[in-house]
């Protein structure tokens, strides 16, 4: 007897948003990818595609990962417009933590996108999103198995089924990625705008179920020797999730204790950085 197939309980969350301008960011120390896609009235059109290559490898980590960011910056300081009805969705890979290089390359992008400029801070220019796929997931929704998912004659393929070839005639390996994950952020936006009949079903999953995961971690208590477990819940959903899609708010500030080594102090005063 055939066993019935697992009903998908979706929820649609929404915004009051008309339009969007959706980065795609593949963020590399080697070479950055990126894609700039405007939505507009539900109508879809490709702005700018391009990529960002340190040129000296020998420059430090931050040096190299500083300079992309502030390119990256104005990317998105060219797309923000003071209008309420027009926001950014910056869609990126979620970062490995296996992947230190990775993981210090968000760390400076965040610092260097979110912080005060001359110009305030971008976020005081329009509503902007931060929307994060890991790698795995990405390529599931897209139908990229594992044994094709390292060729990257395969993601340009891939991603010149939603670009113009004619147009963009030399998208390179991290670009096309960009284009890949501006097209996620597109999905997202359509589901918000209400239009979610209109985004293909694995996407629409991807962004939408209602779904939990859960993860049990064990911790043995180092005077009893009891194994205490931790149960932790979190939406499967990506627009669900809070750590796969964020309003990013501003200015940031941080509280930080000060503590002198000449005294004593019970209570060390606490300093508010705007960052």
């Known amino acids: 007897m055939a066993q019935s197939k697992k009903v998908v309980e979706l929820r649609f969350p929404r915004l009051p948003i008309k339009n969007w301008n959706i980065l795609g960011l593949d963020l590399s120390l080697s070479r950055t990818g990126y894609a700039v896609l405007r939505l507009e009235d539900g109508v879809a059109r490709w702005v700018e595609v391009g990529s960002f290559t340190p040129k000296d490898s020998s420059d430090e980590t931050w040096a190299r990962g500083l300079a992309i960011a502030t390119l990256v910056r104005d990317v998105l300081s060219r797309l923000t417009e003071s209008d309420p009805l027009t926001g950014i969705i910056l869609s990126v890979e979620f970062p490995d933590p296996k992947n230190s290089y990775l993981m210090a390359l968000n760390g400076i992008i965040q610092a260097a996108l979110w912080s005060s400029g001359p110009e305030g801070t971008l976020q005081e220019r329009c509503p902007i999103y931060r929307f994060a796929i890991n790698a795995m997931t990405l390529r599931s929704v897209l139908r990229l198995n594992k044994t094709v998912a390292g060729n990257q004659d395969v993601n340009i393929a891939m991603a010149y089924n939603s ?3 004619k147009e963009f005639p030399n998208l390179d390996s991290d670009n096309c990625d960009a284009v890949l994950l501006a097209m996620m952020g597109r999905h997202a936006a359509m589901v ?21 995961k859960v993860k049990v971690t064990s911790r043995t208590d180092k005077k009893t020797g009891a194994v205490k477990a931790t149960r932790k819940e979190k939406p499967k959903g990506l627009l669900h999730n809070p750590a796969t899609w964020t309003r990013m708010g501003g200015p940031v500030q941080v509280r930080v204790a000060s503590s002198d080594a000449r005294l004593q102090l019970t209570r060390p005063p606490v300093s508010t950085v705007l960052l």
């Open 192 to 212: 918000l705008g209400g239009h979610e009949d209109m985004v293909p079903i694995p996407p629409l999953q991807c962004l939408c179920t209602c779904e939990m």
């Open 163 to 165: 670009i113009d070839q």
